[in-house]
């Protein structure tokens, strides 16, 4: 019976030292919060607050079921990021972080684990934002077709040769483009989703402006995930739509030839018409008045 209630009272001292032990750690070493990842174009960083003042961060990383990892530029830092992207090499993988609150560089602790907060799981390909593309505008010379050239977005990834990869490069046929457009004196709006760079539209009005804005679009992601943001406006230019425009200087100065011989005729018959009555009238007041 002693020894039970020993042993009891062993583990509660056990607890209670592990307890305050774990306060005054957070105390001397506070955890970190707001602890995010920030992820654009697969340019991934690991961010935090607040800033600390006499201890210091490190961080960890783990694809999901394995160990975890020391950053090695983000050990004992004073800083409240980290940039996690060399290391994200499986981009489809789901990662995991942890900030550990440390003491400062030189200072020792008798600690052997220290305050620490996880963040949420993260995917590269699955959870970047991409941003907004770039494009320019052709129009063909009937004025019908009007055609989008979509410059795929750099990321901040490289291959085996140093060249930087574009999203096509990444998600090949998997990224898509969506296209929002309207007459620039209009607010009715209209889309098209192409799987190509090259966008094509053929059902405009010949000879209007039209507005357009493009985004990256993956299906294949969770609905808040799939846009990427949204481009610049940009609107083609407004054609000429003057009757020289439409029918060329030739054919307007043939109608009007056309015109003025119509007219002179006409004029020419009718002066004609005028002087043969006044010839008639003048013949009729000639002759004498029979019976007289």
């Known amino acids: 019976m002693e020894s039970n209630r020993q042993m009891k009272y062993s583990r509660l001292e056990l607890v209670l030292v592990l307890f305050f032990t774990s ?26 607050s607040p800033k600390p003042t006499n201890y210091s961060y490190t961080v960890e990383f783990s694809k999901l079921g394995q160990d975890r990892e ?8 004073m800083e409240t ?14 990662y ?16 052997v684990e220290f305050p620490h907060v996880s963040s949420e799981k993260f995917s590269p390909y699955y959870d970047t934002a991409i941003g907004k593309p770039e494009f320019t505008i052709e129009v063909s010379s009937d004025k019908r077709k009007i055609t989008l050239l979509v410059m795929d977005i750099p990321t901040a990834l490289f291959n085996e040769d140093k060249k930087r990869l574009n999203i096509r490069d990444v998600f090949g046929d998997n ?20 799987k190509d760079s090259t966008i094509e539209l053929t059902d405009l009005d010949r000879g209007e402006s039209y507005c357009f804005n493009v985004q ?11 846009h990427g943001e949204v481009s610049n406006i940009q609107c083609s230019p407004e054609e000429n739509t003057s009757v020289f425009a439409e029918y060329g200087v030739g054919v307007i100065f043939g109608a009007i030839f056309i015109i003025i011989l119509a007219v002179t005729t006409i004029i020419f018959i009718v002066m004609c018409y005028r002087r043969r009555q006044r010839e008639i009238n003048k013949g009729k007041e000639g002759s004498p008045l029979k019976g007289v």
């Open 23 to 48: 306060s005054c750690a957070s105390e001397i070493f506070p955890k970190a919060q707001n602890v995010s990842w920030s992820s654009v174009n697969f340019k991934s960083i690991l961010t935090w």
């Open 96 to 111: 995991s972080a942890d900030v550990l609150s440390e003491p400062m560089r030189g200072v020792s602790s008798d600690m």
């Open 216 to 226: 990256a679009f993956l299906p294949f992601r969770a609905l808040d995930k799939q």
């Open 175 to 194: 990224v898509q483009y969506k296209v929002a457009y309207r007459k620039a004196k209009s607010t009715g709006k209209r889309e098209k989703i192409s």
């Open 81 to 94: 990021e980290c940039d996690l992207t060399e290391r994200l090499k499986d981009l489809n993988a789901s």
């Open 70 to 77: 020391r950053m090695q530029h983000c050990v004992k830092m």
